[in-house]
Structure formats: structure tokens, C-alpha cells
């Protein structure tokens, strides 16, 4: 069988595939960060299209740490009710429902990515250092209080995960954002004991994990992603995520491999699988399962992927915005028709039974 629809497990969660929904923002959640209706609409139909994760887009963990006044959020018990709808709708049709723990530091308190306006009228923005991202306004630079605020509050928000239902919980330190910004030297220029060299400056990152870890059950799988490199020059690096990812073992369940988004002069070589080297490097240098992403978007594309060693679970994004039952037709294309089930209101649209109107039977109810 295509090593694309092989069963994978992480702790208490059984993938039936290796397909997974990649986080992508929705920027439709109210000011209150509850899950709406669009959540479970856009969530439930990539699990009935048969992936075998589904996770939600990144819910702040402190309003102050959302992108914009639309962000999800799972900073408050309020939140609970949404996401216990959402895991457990992605759960009843097989698959492993998830979520992202996130802060937006310094790239927070913005419109919607599709509004026009420069900025809206919003919150304080924190981050390692007062460093502005390009064409944001000047964060303020976190003090100790800060961080242990933003540390106690992930750890909170990945507790309400676990109740909430989510099987495996991953903590955002990639595309720019707050933990991200401590990682790099680009935009961590603290002396003390969060910046400096790599301890300083991975301490927040593997210090949350830590917590979260001995905080979450046993059967919760805690994940990470981290981009793997900036792209710029002097900035946070492949084998620096390599060396905090081995770091990480014994304590994350899977790293999440993507990159840049912390620095406007990125160079990114954009093309096919341009990220897998990256979550190549990482599975085979730090000993940890892998989620690989990156312009994926053809089921021999994936296969080749798993079939090579670069990861062990294939994430996408845009493909399954264009195409919610792309694992289904990727079944079809690699002959892996019996690997799970469609489910029985789509039959018809797969040749599963024949239509029986000559026989005077009646077709199976719309």
C-alpha cells in the first residue's frame, strides 16, 4: 500500500493516513475568539474528505497575542464550548482533531490579511526586543513578568486543549511570531538570560515545552513547529533547528517543519516541495518524527516525499482550501481506494454502488 494512506501513531492518537490539514488563519472569529459555525464548516469538511489530522488555525493563547481582533482564541474557559464542537465533529469521521498554540508578538494587533488598512486600533504589541517587523508599529520589549506571563498562559491554553478534546497539541514557534522572534538574533537583541547565544535565546521555546509536556495527559501528543530558517543572512538557521529539536526529544512528540516569515528580506527558493529539505534535515539530525510541508500538492508529489525519508507526515494548506477531498481522489490516483472509508452520503459520488433504478429499488435517500 502507498505509504501515504499507512496508519501512523503518536501517543494516544492513531492517524489513519498521513495527510493533514495544515493551520491555516480564517480571520472570522469573533473579538471573544469563540469558534463560529465557519470553523466547523471549513474544519469538518477536509475530515469527511478524508485527512487523517485536521488542526485548527493558531488560537491565541492571550488576546494580546492574536494577529488581529479576528484571530480563534483558547485564552479563556468561555472558548471551551467551540472547541469541544470542533474536535469532536473532526473526531467522528475518523480523523485525529488538533490544534496550534500561538502568540503573535510583535506581529499582532493587524486587520485581516485581506483588509486594506495598515492597522487597526488594537492592543500593545510585545516581543524579545522593541524591533519593529517591517511596517509594523515598535513592539514593547517583554519584561521578566512578561514572559512568565506569556509561559503560564501557553501552558493554560494547552491544558484547555486537552480538555477540549484535541489529541495532539502544537505549540507555534515558526512564521515570524513570538516565540519565533525570541529564536532569531534578527529580532531577539537581549543581553540577558532570553537572548544572547542559542541557550538564551531557545530557553522561552524549550521551556514551554517542558511545561506544557508535564502539564498535558499522558495520551496528548505535543508537537512544535519551528521554520527551520529564516532566509536572510545571520539570521536563525537549519542546523540551529536541528540542534533544538534534539533537544526537544524525549519531550515534543513531532517537529512541524516550515520556514521563514520573521524578516522581509527573505530570499525563499519558492517551488515544489521547497521546505522537505528542511524537515529532511531535522527527522535525520534530531531523531524526531517530522510533518513536512511546502507547496505540496500532488498525491505521487506526497508519496515520494514519505517514500524518501523527509518526513513522516505530509501537511497541506492551499490544495485543501482548492480541493477538501483531495485525500480522496489521492486514494484513487495510488490505488489505495480500501484504505479507509468514504463515507456512505458520498458513495455515489465514488462508484461505490451501482444506481438501481432498474430494478425499481429506491436510490438511497438525498
Same mark, same amino acid.
Given at each position: 500500500?502507498?505509504?501515504?494512506?499507512?496508519?501512523?501513531?503518536?501517543?494516544?492518537?492513531?492517524?489513519?493516513?498521513?495527510?493533514?490539514?495544515?493551520?491555516?488563519?480564517?480571520?472570522?472569529?469573533?473579538?471573544?475568539?469563540?469558534?463560529?459555525?465557519?470553523?466547523?464548516?471549513?474544519?469538518?469538511?477536509?475530515?469527511?474528505?478524508?485527512?487523517g489530522?485536521?488542526?485548527?488555525?493558531?488560537?491565541?493563547?492571550?488576546p494580546?497575542?492574536?494577529?488581529?481582533?479576528?484571530?480563534?482564541?483558547?485564552?479563556?474557559?468561555?472558548?471551551l464550548?467551540?472547541?469541544?464542537?470542533?474536535?469532536?465533529?473532526?473526531?467522528?469521521?475518523?480523523?485525529?482533531?488538533?490544534?496550534?498554540?500561538?502568540?503573535?508578538?510583535?506581529?499582532?494587533?493587524?486587520?485581516?490579511?485581506?483588509?486594506?488598512?495598515?492597522?487597526?486600533?488594537? !492592543?500593545?504589541?510585545?516581543?524579545?526586543?522593541?524591533e519593529?517587523?517591517?511596517?509594523?508599529?515598535?513592539?514593547r520589549?517583554?519584561?521578566?513578568?512578561?514572559?512568565?506571563?506569556?509561559?503560564?498562559?501557553?501552558?493554560?491554553?494547552?491544558?484547555?486543549?486537552?480538555?477540549?478534546?484535541?489529541?495532539?497539541v502544537e505549540?507555534?514557534?515558526?512564521?515570524?511570531?513570538?516565540?519565533?522572534?525570541?529564536?532569531?538574533?534578527?529580532?531577539n537583541?537581549?543581553?540577558?538570560?532570553?537572548?544572547?547565544?542559542?541557550?538564551?535565546?531557545?530557553?522561552?521555546?524549550?521551556?514551554?515545552?517542558?511545561?506544557?509536556?508535564?502539564?498535558?495527559?499522558?495520551?496528548?501528543?505535543?508537537?512544535i513547529?519551528?521554520s527551520?530558517?529564516? !532566509?536572510?543572512?545571520?539570521?536563525?538557521?537549519?542546523?540551529?533547528?536541528?540542534?533544538?529539536?534534539?533537544?526537544?526529544?524525549?519531550?515534543?512528540?513531532?517537529?512541524?517543519?516550515?520556514?521563514?516569515?520573521?524578516?522581509?528580506?527573505?530570499?525563499?527558493?519558492?517551488?515544489?516541495?521547497?521546505?522537505?529539505?528542511?524537515?529532511?534535515?531535522?527527522?535525520?539530525?534530531?531523531?524526531?518524527?517530522?510533518?513536512?510541508?511546502?507547496?505540496?500538492?500532488?498525491?505521487?508529489?506526497?508519496?515520494?516525499?514519505?517514500?524518501?525519508?523527509?518526513?513522516?507526515?505530509?501537511?497541506?494548506?492551499?490544495?485543501?482550501?482548492?480541493?477538501?477531498?483531495w485525500?480522496?481522489?489521492?486514494?484513487?490516483?495510488?490505488?489505495?481506494?480500501?484504505?479507509?472509508?468514504?463515507?456512505?452520503?458520498?458513495?455515489?459520488?465514488?462508484?461505490?454502488?451501482?444506481?438501481?433504478?432498474?430494478?425499481?429499488?429506491?436510490?438511497?435517500?438525498?
Amino acid at each position: 500500500m502507498s505509504p501515504l494512506f499507512q496508519p501512523w501513531r503518536l501517543r494516544g492518537a492513531t492517524f489513519r493516513n498521513r495527510i493533514g490539514v495544515s493551520p491555516m488563519c480564517q480571520y472570522c472569529a469573533g473579538e471573544d475568539g469563540r469558534p463560529t459555525d465557519w470553523h466547523l464548516a471549513h474544519l469538518l469538511s477536509r475530515a469527511v474528505g478524508g485527512a487523517g489530522m485536521v488542526m485548527t488555525e493558531a488560537a491565541a493563547v492571550t488576546p494580546e497575542g492574536r494577529i488581529s481582533p479576528h484571530d480563534l482564541g483558547i485564552w479563556d474557559d468561555s472558548q471551551l464550548e467551540g472547541h469541544r464542537r470542533l474536535a469532536a465533529s473532526i473526531a467522528a469521521v475518523g480523523a485525529v482533531p488538533a490544534t496550534q498554540l500561538a502568540h503573535s508578538g510583535r506581529k499582532g494587533s493587524r486587520a485581516p490579511a485581506w483588509d486594506t488598512a495598515p492597522a487597526t486600533p488594537g !492592543w500593545e504589541a510585545l516581543a524579545p526586543s522593541a524591533e519593529a517587523f517591517q511596517g509594523y508599529d515598535t513592539p514593547r520589549a517583554m519584561t521578566e513578568a512578561d514572559i512568565e506571563a506569556a509561559l503560564a498562559a501557553t501552558v493554560a491554553a494547552g491544558v484547555r486543549a486537552a480538555r477540549a478534546g484535541y489529541a495532539l497539541v502544537e505549540l507555534h514557534a515558526a512564521h515570524g511570531y513570538l516565540l519565533h522572534q525570541f529564536l532569531s538574533p534578527l529580532s531577539n537583541r537581549r543581553n540577558d538570560a532570553w537572548g544572547g547565544g542559542f541557550d538564551g535565546r531557545t530557553r522561552i521555546v524549550r521551556e514551554a515545552m517542558g511545561r506544557l509536556r508535564a502539564a498535558l495527559p499522558e495520551e496528548v501528543a505535543l508537537g512544535i513547529r519551528l521554520s527551520h530558517t529564516d !532566509w536572510v543572512e545571520g539570521g536563525w538557521t537549519t542546523e540551529e533547528t536541528v540542534e533544538l529539536c534534539r533537544r526537544l526529544r524525549g519531550v515534543a512528540d513531532v517537529a512541524d517543519i516550515t520556514s521563514g516569515g520573521l524578516d522581509a528580506r527573505q530570499q525563499i527558493p519558492v517551488g515544489p516541495g521547497y521546505q522537505l529539505p528542511g524537515a529532511a534535515a531535522v527527522r535525520a539530525g534530531a531523531g524526531l518524527p517530522v510533518m513536512g510541508v511546502g507547496l505540496i500538492t500532488e498525491p505521487r508529489q506526497a508519496e515520494a516525499a514519505l517514500e524518501a525519508g523527509q518526513c513522516d507526515m505530509v501537511l497541506l494548506a492551499r490544495a485543501l482550501l482548492r480541493e477538501p477531498h483531495w485525500p480522496l481522489r489521492a486514494a484513487q490516483e495510488l490505488g489505495a481506494q480500501d484504505a479507509f472509508a468514504i463515507p456512505p452520503q458520498y458513495e455515489r459520488g465514488w462508484g461505490r454502488f451501482p444506481l438501481r433504478r432498474e430494478t425499481g429499488a429506491p436510490l438511497p435517500a438525498l
